[in-house]
Structure formats: C-alpha cells, structure tokens
C-alpha cells in the first residue's frame, strides 16, 4: 500500500509541475489549480482565434486568382506561358483569339486543362503583315486582357 505520505507527495510534485507549466507565481495548492484553469482558457482562445484566422485565410485564398502570364522573346519569336491553379474551360479559345488579333502565329504549343490550366506556347508573327511591330510586353498585355474578357464573360 502506498502510504499516504507518498501520496501527498506525489501530489505536491505534480502540482509543482502545473505550477511550471502554467508560469504560475502561486504558492497555495487552490492558487496553482485557479492559475491552471485560467491558462487553459486562455489556450482555448487561442486556439479559437488561430482557427478563425486559418478559415478566413482559407476563404480569402479561395477567391479565384487570374492565371499568371509570362511572354519571352526568343531569337525567333516568343514563349509564351499561361499557369493557373483551376481548370478554365474556354480560356484556351480567348487566348488564339488574342493571339490572331496581335497577327502571331503559334507554331507549337502544349496545354493542358483538366485539373489546372497550363499553356505553353512559341509563335512568331506573321511575314504576311509586315512583321516587326509586336514585342514581348504588347503579347502579355493582349494575353492579359484576353483573360480578363473571359472571366467578365464566365462569371469567374
């Protein structure tokens, strides 16, 4: 059996131990256990307050974002690369049309468009319109615009 000395003393070393955890300054068993309780509110709104702070970065992070757009210049013509984090159905179109309207060419492009949408596509301009008159920020801006139009016309 153990004696009940032992066991006051066990009790005092956990509560010694609540005291530390709780960085209470209490000397009274009751002033230890009231500091504990209280600390263990405080964690509670803690808790509460990160997770509203976690569902509303969630939420805001939601809100769909336009796809980025990056265009180099290469020797001869342009790389042009549309990412986004969401399927876009109908984004594919809005961009050739761009690209039409700008007189360029696409002559190899890969794209993909089930989960996330991905373009990445070289073209040149057109020799049937002079050439020369497009340059890298001209082909973003048209790019650019031809995303928005499609999400004023989707609803996204």
Not at 11 to 25: G, V
Not at 48 to 53: A, F, I, M, P
């Amino acid at each position: 059996m153990v004696s009940r000395e032992q066991k006051r003393a066990a009790l005092r070393e956990k509560l010694q131990f609540l005291r530390s955890i709780t960085n209470s300054r209490a000397i009274d068993e009751t002033a230890i256990v009231v500091d504990a309780s209280k600390y263990i509110r405080e964690l509670k709104h803690k808790v509460e307050r990160l997770s509203r702070d976690i569902s509303c970065a969630d939420s805001s992070s939601e809100q769909p974002r336009l796809p980025e757009v990056n265009v180099e210049t290469l020797e001869k013509g342009y790389l042009i690369q549309v990412l986004s984090d969401r399927s876009c159905p109908g984004l594919l179109v809005s961009i050739l049309e761009a690209f039409e309207e700008l007189g360029l060419n696409v002559m190899e492009a890969r794209v993909s468009c089930t989960e996330n949408f991905q373009l990445q596509a070289f073209g040149g301009e057109n020799e049937d319109e002079g050439g020369g008159g497009i340059d890298s920020q001209a082909i973003e801006s048209a790019v650019v615009q031809a995303v928005k139009n499609w999400r004023e016309n989707n609803g996204k």
